[in-house]
């Protein structure tokens, strides 16, 4: 009963600002260089990746590639989470930088994003060693990764505070696939996890809560972005995807959303297989545009 009940609502969507159908890239295999540490000999916290390597071979350029980040409340789980669609991304020829990041309480904001930007240079010194197109690198993230990656995506486009010391142009994304992304954070008062995260309530500090929204830095510079999200869900809820996407409208920036009838925000994550399907579809059309 619950594979059927799980059938069914994969067939329940909308995908507003489709294109048209192409067809994925073959399947090819892949392997898994696991425990890469990625943070430099000085950070607070020794942080790891896994380098996901298609065996096909690579451009002349090398392959594209995704750096992906797993949710949990930016203060839980781990990058095992996404490890089946880092999988499924290897496999129709995209490299993958699986990573974890500081966790709150014992960080706050803006640690979790200097961890993304780290990650996001080190992959251009990892591109010395693998087959990596460091000029195509795209980010895919789900709850409190999809904010922490589009977070870096955006705020890379321009001169902003959160570039100091470690952002910037050197961290730039060429697209983005954010899933069941928190992009407004005044939205949700002074919750627990977000009080956690930023380190005090809205009220003392609304600059704060601001700057760590990711629709406060769009602009026309932003890269194209495809947003996935259930349509029931209560704690991230759909609101915050259609806000980000009128943002992304309102600047002209390319942008597809796939909304997901009758799942929430768990079951919009554990029965995502079309959403992936048409989220590497979107990485391909951007890597050849």
Same mark, same amino acid.
């Given at each position: ?5 799980? *059938? ?19 399947? #090819? ?12 000999? /000085? ?13 096909? $071979? ?7 590639? =995704? ?32 990573? /974890? ?11 979790? *994003?200097?961890? *993304?930007?780290?990650?996001? %240079?080190?992959?251009?010194? *990892? ?8 000029? +195509?690198?795209? $980010? ?33 994304? =060429?697209?983005?696939?954010?899933? $069941? ?14 009080? %956690?995260?930023? $380190? ?9 809560? %601001? ?7 769009? #602009? /026309? ?21 259609? +806000? ?21 925000? =768990? #079951?919009?994550?554990? #029965? ?11 990485? =391909?059309?951007?890597? /050849?545009?």
């Amino acid at each position: 009963m619950v594979a059927s009940g799980l *059938l069914a609502l994969s067939g329940c969507v909308t995908h507003h600002q489709a294109p048209d159908d192409r067809p994925l890239p073959d399947e #090819t295999g892949f392997r898994v260089v696991e425990d890469v540490r990625y943070s430099p000999a /000085d950070w607070p916290e020794a942080l790891y990746a896994d380098l996901y390597l298609p065996q096909a $071979g690579a451009p002349a350029a090398g392959h594209p590639v =995704v750096l992906m980040v797993h949710g949990g409340g930016w203060q839980r789980r781990s990058r095992d989470d996404m490890a089946w669609i880092a999988e499924a991304l290897a496999g129709r020829g995209f490299a993958v930088m699986n990573i /974890d990041y500081r966790f709150a309480p014992d960080y706050t904001f803006p640690a979790q *994003l200097h961890d *993304l930007q780290v990650a996001r %240079q080190r992959l251009n010194q *990892l591109a010395e060693q693998y087959p990596l197109d460091t000029t +195509r690198v795209s $980010g895919f993230g789900f709850s409190s990764g999809a904010h922490l990656i589009s977070l870096l995506a955006l705020v890379a486009s321009y001169e902003t505070p959160l570039n100091q010391p470690y952002g910037g142009s050197k961290t730039r994304l =060429v697209a983005v696939v954010a899933g $069941g992304l928190p992009s407004d954070l005044t939205a949700f008062g002074s919750g627990r996890l977000i009080r %956690q995260f930023l $380190g005090g309530v809205q009220e003392d500090m609304p600059d704060t809560y %601001q700057a760590a929204s990711p629709v406060s830095h769009v #602009t /026309d510079q932003a890269p194209p972005f495809f947003l996935f999200h259930g349509g029931m869900d209560m704690l991230v809820p759909f609101s915050q995807a259609e +806000r980000f996407r009128d943002q992304l409208e309102a600047q002209g920036v390319y942008n597809e959303l796939y909304e997901m009838h009758l799942r929430g925000h =768990v #079951t919009s994550f554990l #029965t995502a297989g079309s959403a992936i399907d048409e989220a590497i579809a979107f990485l =391909v059309r951007q890597q /050849d545009s």
